[in-house]
């Protein structure tokens, strides 16, 4: 759909007046910069369910009060989300700051922090979205819809189908589904909120190192808090470009610890942090991709897997005690 098209419906459902536009993606979805007399502002437009999308601007607006959130512009409604044709669109300002193509140290801290203080508001104000995120366990994968999909179990499979015939698997299938068992049994005991669900630095800008500003909650849901901060912090220091002189496990300790002056673990997610991130770290799809696509180098691949699920990684994090 051309702007043009748009302009009119947009102006009339959040009283504005364009100046001028910018087109960043027109297909699958519908991303233009708009800018007004007053402010800039991103329109999107995605094929998604209205009141879905209601609920996470109302929640990333709620948490204004403890984060800096790009704010959802009420409509001449008081809704946040309007549909025309097969889109829903919203209108949010643009944040300040600049996007990076790399994270140093201090930006991991800020990442860190950041997320503590999202899980700590979102828990103390029992927030939830009645959805899951992408970050999901134990779904079953009996479809591919987020809540059933899980990608670390998708993810196995595609090793066990790769590997089964190697010496190696039978163990590290062994440590896989014990940790799994452990984790199932306990899972839905431990701390859960919801959450922005893709908190990577692509949705958010930074100014000297600080994160001024965050954005996209389309998949924002309800999440096992433990499990978004390990799976982000995994991320952070093993699967995006990096300046600085610190190894991923430094990395690693440098976003959990930041995490938790903010948000510190219970003790039940203390006990359980270390098999969740040998399976997370293990069997990211990323990983497991470009462990099976370099043949020259699966044997050295199944060894380093089954390290990674034979060790105890709590010494990546610092005690409870530590943090009293």
């Known amino acids: 759909m051309e702007f043009q098209e748009l302009q009119p419906f947009i102006e009339k459902t959040w009283n504005i007046t364009i100046q001028d536009v910018t087109t960043i993606r027109n297909a699958d979805k519908h991303i233009f910069e708009i800018n007004t007399s007053a402010q800039s502002y991103i329109l999107k437009g995605e094929k998604q369910i209205v009141q879905e999308v209601e609920a996470y601007c109302q929640f990333a607006n709620a948490l204004q009060n403890a984060l800096p959130v790009s704010a959802y512009l009420p409509t001449t409604n008081l809704n946040f989300a309007a549909q025309k044709n097969d889109f829903v669109y919203t209108l949010e300002q643009k944040g300040m700051g600049e996007e990076i193509q790399q994270l140093n140290d201090a930006q991991i801290e800020a990442m860190g922090a950041l997320l503590g203080k999202l899980h700590a508001y979102s828990l103390k104000h029992q927030l939830a ?45 062994q440590l896989y589904n014990a940790h799994r068992s452990l984790l199932k049994q306990h899972w839905a005991t431990l701390p859960k909120a919801a959450t922005q669900g893709d908190f990577c630095y692509y949705n958010m800008l930074f100014e000297n190192n600080n994160i001024s500003a965050i954005f996209d909650f389309n998949l924002a849901g309800d999440e096992v808090l433990v499990n978004e901060c390990i799976a982000a912090a995994i991320y952070c220091c093993w699967h995006t ?65 089954k390290g990674i699920l034979d060790t105890d990684h709590s010494k990546l994090i610092m005690s409870m005690e530590d943090y009293k």
Not at 132 to 144: E, K, R, V
Not at 263 to 277: G, I, V, Y
Request: charged share 20%; net charge negative; hydrophobic share 40%.
């Open 241 to 305: 470009a990096y300046q600085g002189k610190l190894c991923a496990e430094e990395r690693y300790q440098l976003f959990i610890n930041a995490y938790q002056q903010f948000r510190p673990w219970t003790s039940l997610e203390f006990d359980l942090a270390s098999p969740l991130f040998a399976i997370i770290r293990a069997f990211r799809y990323d990983r497991v991709e470009q462990g099976i696509a370099n043949s020259a180098q699966h044997e050295q691949f199944l060894q380093q897997t």
């Open 129 to 173: 979205l009645q959805k899951a995120t992408s970050w999901s366990m134990f779904g079953g994968n009996a479809t591919m819809a987020i809540g059933d999909y899980d990608e670390n179990e998708l993810s196995f499979l595609d090793f066990k189908k790769a590997f089964q015939h190697d010496e190696a698997f039978p163990a590290i299938e």
